[in-house]
C-alpha cells in the first residue's frame, strides 16, 4: 500500500492565483498546501522591500484582504499617503498604512539577514495561516518589460504606466542563476504529491517568472503527480489584468486553449470556464469544464474541488 | 549706522523648546529665525531614521503637532502599529501612520546621500515653515546614558525604560569630532545677530549635546548678540520629562540656578518664572521674572517677546 497523496503544490500569483489558493486551503487540509509565490514582481520602493503576490496570497489566506478593491488590506488607512504627498514624497504606488507593517518589517528582517522565505513562514504563523506559502525563490527575480517605449521594471509598466505599453519581449532577470527553495523541491519529490496545480494567474507576469527558475521548472517536470492548470481566460478575456492584452502583443490567440499551450510540456490536465467548452476536445489532454469565474466563496471552493478531482481521476487512471 | 538686528538663533530640544519657537516664529518674522535643533536623540528603528527633536519643532511648526498628547501629529492613525504587532515586530516605540512618512522619506533620502540639513529644509519649505530649521550636525551624535544599570542609548532609557534608571553620567558620542552647518555658524557670526536663545529644554538631553559640538559651542561663545537662556525648571520641577530627577541624580541642586549655572560661560542673561524669582539676584548676570509655563499659544507669544526684549536691553546697554 502506497502512502496516502494529500500534499498539493500551487504556483500563484496575485489575485486569481490568491482566489483559489484560499478555495484550495479550505477544501483539504491547511498544513498539506504548499503555495509557490511569484516574486518577479517584487521591487523596492522608497526603500522598502515590496513583493506584491505573497502579500495578496497571505492577506487572503488570513482574511485580511480587501475583497472590494482587490488588493491590500481591509479597514485600511492611508494617513501615511496622505503625509507623503505633503513632504514631495513618490505616491504614484498607494501603500496603506497597516500594509507598510508587512514592508517595513520584512525589509528591517532582509537586511538583518534572514531569507525572505524564512520571514514569509514566520508572518504566516503568526497571522494563523496553516498553508505553507513559499516564495519561487530566496534569490532576486525581476521580471522586466521590453515595450515599444524601451525597457520597463515591472511596476513601472504596471502601476505607474498602467500596463498601456505595447510589450514586445518579457524578461525574468535572474531567474536563470536563481534556486527553489529546498522544501519546494523537496515537496515536488515527495512520494505524496497529489497534485501540481497552476493557478489562473497571468501567465507572463505571474506563472512564468515561477517556471523560469530551473530547478523549480524541472522538478514540476519531473514531479509523479498530475499537473493541472486553471484558464485565466474565460471567453477570450482575463478576469483582471492585462492577460488578454499582453497575448494579443505577444502575437498570440486570446484563448483558454492559447494558455494550455504554453504549458503543454508540463501539462497533464486542463480545467478550463463553460463558456470555453469548444476548446476542450482540442488540447489532447483531459479537460474539465466547469465555472472558473470565483466570484463567491462557494465559487473558490468549488474550483479547488474540480481542480483536485482532476488531479486524482488522472492518477486513478495511471494507477 | 549698523545694520538691523533682526536675526535670532534658537538652540532647541523637543516639547518645551519647540513651545518657545513657535513663540518666537510668530513674534518676529520666520525667515528671520534659525533654529538649532538637538540630535542626539535621533536613532534608527526598524531600518527608519527616526529625529524625535527634528520633528516635534517641525509638526510645531507647520501646526500638525498633537497639543493633547504633546507628541507626533494631530489626527493621527495607528494603523501601522496594530498590523506590526500582530506581525510580531517591535512596537515599544509609538510611530503613528502619519509621522511615519517623515521617516521613510528621510531615510530614503539620507540613503540617496542626501544630508540631514538639506532633508529637513526641503521638508519644511513644504509645509510651509518661514523659519528655518537646522540639525545641530550633519554628522552623527548619539546621546547616551552610563546607569546604574549600565551603558543605555537614549531611546533605550528614555521610551523603553522610561527614564527609571539611575542616571551617572550622560555621554554623547561622537559630539568632538562632530561639525555644525556652516549657514549656523555664518548666522552666529553675523553682524544682524539680535539674539542667541537657549530655550527651556532639558539641559543634558536636549541643549548640551548641542553644545557638545566644539564649533558650534566656539561659534556662541564668540557671538557679539547676548545669550539668553530660559529655565526649564519652574519652583523645583520640571514640567515634563526626567530634568530634574538626572539634576538630583547626578548631584545637582533641582533649580533654576543650577540650570544657569551649567551655561555660566555662554551666559549673558537669563529668563525664568515668577515662583523661582528668588534666584534672580543670585546668579550674576540680568534676570528676567516672568511666566515660563506655556500653556496657551499667547503664553508662548509672551515668553519669546519677553526672552527679545532681555537680549535687547544687554545690546541697548553694550551700544
Not at 520584512?106 to 513559499?134: H, K, P
Request: aromatic share 4%; with cysteine; glycine share 8%.
Amino acid at each position: 500500500m502506497s502512502a496516502a497523496r494529500n500534499l498539493v503544490v500551487a504556483l500563484c500569483g496575485g489575485i486569481g492565483g490568491a482566489k483559489l489558493a484560499l478555495g484550495l486551503s479550505r477544501v483539504m487540509a491547511g498544513a498539506d498546501l504548499m503555495l509557490v509565490a511569484n516574486t518577479g514582481d517584487d521591487f523596492e520602493h522608497l526603500g522598502l522591500a515590496i513583493s506584491p503576490d505573497l502579500d495578496t496570497i497571505m492577506y487572503t489566506l488570513a482574511g485580511l484582504d480587501d475583497p472590494q478593491r482587490g488588493w491590500g488590506r481591509r479597514n485600511e488607512s492611508w494617513t501615511f499617503m496622505a503625509a507623503l504627498e505633503a513632504l514631495g514624497g513618490e505616491t504614484w504606488f498607494a501603500l496603506g498604512d497597516g500594509d507598510l507593517a508587512t514592508h517595513v518589517e520584512r525589509t528591517r528582517r532582509l537586511r538583518a539577514g534572514e531569507a525572505l522565505s524564512a520571514i514569509t513562514a514566520d508572518f504566516c504563523r503568526r497571522l494563523g495561516i496553516a498553508a505553507r506559502l513559499v516564495p519561487m525563490s530566496d534569490d532576486v527575480v525581476r521580471t522586466c518589460l521590453r515595450t515599444e517605449e524601451g525597457r520597463l521594471d515591472f511596476q513601472d509598466y504596471f502601476v505607474r504606466r498602467r500596463c498601456a505599453p505595447r510589450v514586445l519581449e518579457v524578461i525574468y532577470d535572474g531567474a536563470a542563476a536563481a534556486r527553489a527553495h529546498a522544501d519546494v523541491l523537496a515537496a515536488l519529490g515527495d512520494p505524496r504529491l497529489r497534485a501540481v496545480v497552476i493557478c489562473p494567474s497571468n501567465p507572463f507576469l505571474s506563472i512564468e517568472p515561477i517556471l523560469a527558475v530551473p530547478d523549480l521548472r524541472e522538478a514540476i517536470a519531473g514531479a509523479a503527480a498530475p499537473v493541472v492548470a486553471v484558464s485565466p481566460i474565460i471567453g477570450g478575456r482575463a478576469v483582471k489584468g492585462p492577460t488578454a492584452k499582453m497575448m494579443s502583443e505577444l502575437g498570440l490567440e486570446v484563448s483558454a486553449a492559447a494558455v494550455a499551450r504554453r504549458y503543454r510540456d508540463l501539462l497533464d490536465a486542463y480545467v478550463l470556464d463553460g463558456t470555453d467548452a469548444d476548446a476542450a476536445g482540442k488540447l489532447g489532454i483531459p479537460v474539465t469544464v466547469t465555472n472558473t469565474l470565483m466570484t463567491t466563496l462557494a465559487d473558490r471552493e468549488n474550483l479547488a474541488r474540480d481542480v483536485l478531482a482532476s488531479a486524482d481521476a488522472l492518477a486513478k487512471a495511471a494507477a
